[in-house]
């Protein structure tokens, strides 16, 4: 069993910064695709961006297009730590955040946008930006 767990949520002005952290629990793993979503009240949960880690060949990332320029995915594999560094903070961004990984990492592109792709989920941790 795979355990996620978020951290860094909080409150924020506009145009403030915040780091979520997404840790996995036990082993190692040499591939992973790990996804950031986000939930606000009353809207679907929706894809915010994706970082994929294959041992001996590199990463890759993606992003919504609302987060483009303003949010940084990042790993370290040491730590087993995805974090997402987000900048210049709108009250749109207000949600629950929520952590989600593919061990298969099979491959890569859009399907990664979808929540089905992923096997194992944090329970989020709340992002709350005021104007």
């Known amino acids: 069993q795979v355990q996620l767990v978020e951290s860094g949520g909080g409150l924020v002005q506009a145009g403030g910064s915040l780091r979520l952290s997404c840790t996995t629990s036990g082993r190692t793993f040499n591939s992973y695709v790990m996804g950031w979503f986000r939930q606000a009240p009353g809207k679907e949960r929706e894809f915010v961006a994706a970082?994929?880690?294959?041992?001996?060949?590199?990463?890759?990332?993606d992003y919504a297009d609302s987060v483009k320029g303003r949010f940084t995915i990042s790993r370290d594999n040491a730590k087993n730590t995805v974090f997402l560094q987000m900048n210049s903070l709108k009250p749109e961004d207000t949600a629950n955040y929520y952590c989600?990984?593919?061990?298969?990492?099979?491959?890569?592109?859009?399907?990664?946008?979808?929540?089905?792709?992923?096997?194992?989920w944090g329970q989020g941790t709340q992002v709350t930006v005021s104007s």
């Open positions: 989600a990984v593919d061990l298969s990492a099979m491959g890569w592109g859009q399907e990664y946008r979808e929540e089905y792709k992923y096997d194992y």
């Open positions: 970082i994929r880690w294959i041992r001996w060949r590199g990463g890759n990332t």
